[in-house]
């Protein structure tokens, strides 16, 4: 898993609350992002971050918020948590391969929102 | 939008044949094609990937054709295992927005004894 660790693996929720997932790599990568995972549609970005405190959004990011305060953590942050942000999350960094850019990837959280 | 378009959707190949999934795209920004692997309970795992300026790649039993004209590309698993059964994501990145995936939707690939 490239060095990633993701933290919880698993968690169950009720609607309204906040939860923080926790991605952790200990490679020093300068690129990090968040996906989703939901069956019909494959991985979705979420939020990526291309150093400590940058970061920028991705394709579904409503309802999430990101923190970058050092190299080996990214965190996600579901302010009020909703049913449809029940999935499976998964943290990847960039690294460099034949001269690009890509993607290696966590194990995964698995959050059920109820 | 999806911006990868993957088909088909799921494939049942007998053990030693030919499995094939399609991948097209629209964007010309693209400039990277990896495909990913995944099995059930795991993140997706790089398996391999291309570059526009290259039409074939070959990995031991898996291979990459891309056509650059018709934006399409293609993986290849030769003799085909059991142990191939997964789903396969193609993928495409944009080295100028952050060097994130745009991912198909998927291919379940179930090989059959």
């Known amino acids: 898993d490239a060095g990633i660790t993701q933290s919880p693996r698993h968690k169950v929720t009720e609607t309204g609350t906040p939860v923080t997932l926790r991605c952790h790599q200990t490679e020093n990568h300068r690129y990090m992002y968040w996906y989703r995972q939901d069956p019909g549609h494959g991985l979705r970005l979420i939020h990526y971050s291309y150093g400590v405190k940058d970061t920028d959004k991705g394709e579904v990011s409503d309802g999430y918020s990101v923190s970058r305060s050092k190299t080996e953590d990214f965190l996600l942050t579901l302010e009020s948590a909703t049913s449809s942000q029940t999935s499976v999350y998964f943290c990847a960094i960039s690294e460099s391969r034949e001269g690009f850019e890509t993607q290696y990837f966590g194990p995964g959280t698995r959050l059920l929102v109820l | 939008q999806q911006q990868v378009k993957q088909s088909p959707q799921s494939l049942i190949v007998q053990k030693g044949g030919i499995s094939i999934i399609n991948c097209a795209y629209e964007n010309t920004a693209f400039d990277y094609f990896p495909w990913y692997q995944q099995f059930p309970g795991k993140g997706p795992a790089l398996l391999i990937a291309i570059r526009p300026d290259v039409s074939e790649k070959k990995e031991g039993r898996f291979t990459i054709s891309f056509n650059k004209s018709a934006k399409q590309f293609s993986l290849h698993i030769m003799d085909s295992q059991p142990g191939d059964s997964a789903t396969y994501f193609c993928?495409?990145?944009?080295?100028?927005?952050?060097?994130?995936?745009?991912f198909g939707k998927g291919t379940s690939l179930l090989v059959t004894p």
């Open positions: 993928a495409a990145i944009d080295s100028n927005s952050g060097y994130a995936l745009n």
